[in-house]
C-alpha cells in the first residue's frame, strides 16, 4: 500500500478519510495545526502520525513545502489550500516525486450556471474570491496534469454536513437557530417561492470519493469530479422534509427577495443567505459513477438530518415536543 500525507486531515472530511485510509492499509501521515480534533472517534487515529505545522507561518517562512516532501509520500491530499501561490509551490516541489496530488475544490468555482444538473464539462464563471481563487487553481492544476504529466485529481465538494457540523439550513447559512424555531411550530420566511437549491453532500461521501479516485488513479488523473450527494434540495422542499420529520405539519411563508433579504438580523446572516441563493448548486455525478464507481451513502436530506439530530442531542437545537 501507500504512503499517503494528508494536509489538514483533523477537520471534517479527515474525520471519515484518515481512518478508512488507515483500515485499507495504507500508511497515513496527518499534517494540521494540531487544534482540532476528528469529529468521531476511532481507533484508526492511534496509527496515524501526526504532524503539527502551521501552513501559513510556514509558508511565509518558505519552510512548508519541504516539510511536506520530507515526510517522503507516494500520495498528497491536500484538503486546504485556498490560493494558488499556496499549491504551486507544493506542486513544483512534488514534481516527480509522488505518484498522486488530490486537491480539495469546492462547488462554488461553478458561479452561475448555465444548465442543471452541471456537469465537469460545464464551463466555470466564479465570482466572488473563493469560487474565484479555487477556479483559478483547477485551472492550473489540470493545465500542469494535461501538459507536464503531473498527477492531479481535483473533487469539489457540495455543502459539507455530517456530526458535528451545522448543516446550511432552508434560509441557506449555517444559523441553526432555525432549526429550534420549526421544532417548536413556529413559522419560517423563505425567499421568493423558495426554489434555489442547496447540493449537500456527507463528509463520509467525499471521503468515499478520495478513496475510489486514489484506487483508480488510472482513470482519475488530469481529472475533475463533483463531490455531492445524488440530489440537491430546493430550500421549500427542505423547509418541508424537516417540519415533517419533527412531527409538524410545514408553515411556511414566502416573500419577494428584497424584502426577505431586509428582514435577517444582521448584514453578515442576509449575505451568506445570498451567496447560497446566488448560485443556486444542482450538480452532477454522473462522471464520478461512471469512472469511479462513486455512490453516495447519504441523500442530501439524510445527511442534514443526521447533522440535526446530533445538534439536538447535543443541546444545540430544541428537541421537537413530537419526540417526546
Given amino acids: 500500500m501507500s504512503r499517503v500525507v494528508v494536509i489538514g486531515g483533523t477537520g471534517h472530511i479527515g474525520t471519515y478519510l484518515i481512518p478508512a485510509l488507515v483500515d485499507q492499509g495504507h500508511e497515513v501521515v496527518n499534517v494540521s495545526r494540531g487544534q482540532a480534533k476528528s469529529y ?3 481507533a484508526a487515529w492511534h496509527r496515524v502520525e501526526q504532524i503539527t505545522a502551521d501552513r501559513q507561518a510556514e509558508e511565509q517562512a518558505g519552510t512548508f513545502v519541504d516539510r511536506i516532501v520530507s515526510l517522503k509520500p507516494d500520495i498528497v491530499v491536500d484538503l486546504i489550500s485556498f490560493k494558488l501561490t499556496s499549491t504551486k509551490p ?11 496530488f488530490l486537491h480539495c475544490s ?16 460545464q464551463l466555470m464563471n466564479p465570482f466572488g474570491e473563493y469560487g474565484i481563487d479555487k477556479a483559478e487553481m483547477e485551472t492550473w492544476l489540470m493545465h500542469e496534469a494535461r501538459t507536464t ?44 417561492l423558495g426554489l434555489e437549491t442547496l447540493n449537500h453532500v456527507h463528509a463520509a461521501d467525499i471521503s468515499q470519493l478520495i478513496q475510489r479516485a486514489i484506487t483508480h ?9 463533483n463531490a455531492v450527494a445524488d440530489t440537491a434540495l430546493n430550500l421549500r422542499g427542505y423547509a418541508e422534509a424537516i417540519f415533517k420529520w419533527f412531527g409538524l405539519e410545514p408553515k411556511i411563508a414566502y416573500l419577494p427577495y428584497e424584502e426577505w433579504m431586509k428582514q435577517q438580523p444582521t448584514p453578515e446572516e442576509a449575505h451568506h443567505s445570498w451567496e447560497h441563493f446566488a448560485r443556486s448548486s444542482c450538480l452532477s455525478i454522473d462522471k464520478a459513477r461512471r469512472l469511479l464507481g462513486y455512490e453516495p451513502a447519504y441523500s442530501s436530506i439524510a445527511c442534514v438530518k443526521e447533522s440535526i439530530a446530533w445538534l439536538i442531542d447535543h443541546g444545540k437545537v430544541e428537541k421537537p415536543a413530537a419526540w417526546n
Avoid: C
Avoid at 469546492?106 to 464539462?121: F, I, M, Q
Fill in 40 to 42: 468521531t472517534h476511532d
Fill in 90 to 100: 507544493l506542486v513544483e516541489t512534488l514534481r516527480g516525486k509522488i505518484e498522486h
Fill in 106 to 121: 469546492t462547488l462554488w468555482v461553478y458561479g452561475h450556471t448555465d444548465a442543471v444538473p452541471a456537469d465537469e464539462n
Fill in 149 to 192: 504529466g503531473f498527477p492531479a485529481t481535483i473533487f469539489r465538494p457540495g455543502q459539507i454536513v455530517g456530526e458535528g457540523w451545522a448543516p446550511i439550513t432552508p434560509l441557506a447559512n449555517n444559523k441553526e437557530a432555525v432549526f429550534s424555531r420549526m421544532a417548536r411550530g413556529e413559522e419560517i420566511t423563505l425567499p421568493n
Fill in 217 to 225: 488513479r488510472s482513470v482519475a488523473v488530469g481529472e475533475t469530479f
